[in-house]
Every structure is written in C-alpha cells, then in structure tokens.
C-alpha cells in the first residue's frame, strides 16, 4: 500500500523556526521515524535590498513563527470518517511536544494538511525537496514620486523624480531635468538613491 503524505504548517516560538527544524530532524533520526515525517521546510525568500549604491541579498522567513512539514497521513478509523485523513497519533505527539513547538494550525489546534495550490505558492516541491525554493524580491528605498540623485554613470550628480520602478528587470526609470528639458532615463536599481529633503 503507498504511503500517502501531506504538507502541515506547525506554529513555533518567533525566533525558534531554525531550532524547531533542527529538533524535528533529531527526532527523525533518533525515532527512526522516516517512514511518517518526510520533509521540514522553513518557508524563505531572497530580497535584493538596493540601499544608497550598495545591493545586498538577503534571506528572509516569509511566515516567521511558522515551520513546515510533510508527514504520512492514514484514513481515520472513527465511525463516519472513514475517507478522512488524519496524522497518526505517535506522529503528532512527536511534532507537537518538540521544544518550541506550540501547536499546529487548524481548528481547535487540530492538523489541517495544505492544497496543492497553497504547497506551490510557498515554493515548496511537491517531489520532497525539504529546502523549498527561495522566491527572489527585490526592494528599493525609494518608490515611484521620489526625488531621487543618481549615483554613478554619466549624469552622476543629477537628479530627477522616479517615474518607474521594475525590480524584475532591476532598472528604474528617472526624468531628469537635462538642458533645460525633462528626459527619462533608466538605470539600474542600484545608481540612484533617494534624495535627502
């Protein structure tokens, strides 16, 4: 018979998600539960912060205070609920009482598994990859209006009001005043700041 397993969302301490991984894998290992608990995963995405002339990557919890696993699911043996999944009992005591752990999410603390929709939007493959895939955002500290200085190139020093901002591409569209008439010019996210008031 093969084996059928769903992702869970588990709320932990904020701060605690890398600890609780940590502690779920320990438990994996040392209770030789490999055939129940397949995957922790810790939601994360890359942002490209643009600040003054410098980027900088770095990686950031998308739900903080959240971890997710993938465990093996049985169909419940109650009455009436025999087409219900459910997690098996020595499963759920295993996550819930890990140190950090404060509960699963769902109705009344009772596990309810992600769609496959919601697995997707959270970048995490389906195929177990307990990584996930890291989304890649960029942020800038200045928005579309902005008065911006341009910071290297051939109009360094000039200035101009941001007109548009394309973080896909990393470029941002300026107008700048330049011999006497207004002229957009793109540059990348990473020439311009914003201009002290």
């Known amino acids: 018979m093969a084996v059928e397993a769903r992702w869970y969302i588990i709320h932990t301490y904020s701060g605690y998600e890398n600890k609780v991984a940590e502690n779920i894998e320990k438990i994996v290992e040392n209770r030789k539960m490999h055939d129940k608990i397949f995957g922790v995963c810790i939601p994360v995405e890359k942002v490209v912060e643009v600040r ?23 169909y419940s043996d109650k009455e009436g609920e025999e087409n219900v999944l ?21 109705p009344d603390g009772k596990p ?3 769609t496959a929709d919601e697995v997707r939007k959270l970048g995490i493959e389906e195929a177990g990859d307990e990584e996930g895939s890291a989304k890649t955002v960029t942020e800038v500290s200045y928005s579309v209006g902005d008065f911006v200085t341009i910071t290297e190139g ?35 996210l990473n020439q311009v700041k914003k201009a002290i008031d």
Do not use: C, Q
């Open 112 to 114: 309810v598994p992600l």
């Open 86 to 106: 459910k997690v098996p009992d020595e499963t759920w005591h295993a996550i819930r009482y890990t140190r950090g752990v404060t509960g699963f999410v769902g």
């Open 52 to 74: 003054e002339d410098k980027t900088v990557e770095v990686e950031r919890k998308i739900f903080p205070g959240y971890v997710v696993v993938k465990l093996a699911v049985e």
């Open 154 to 188: 051939l109009m360094e020093g000039n200035s101009g009001v941001v007109e548009t901002i394309d973080t896909d591409n990393g470029v941002v569209r300026v107008i700048v005043s330049f011999m006497g008439k207004e002229a957009p010019i793109e540059l990348p």
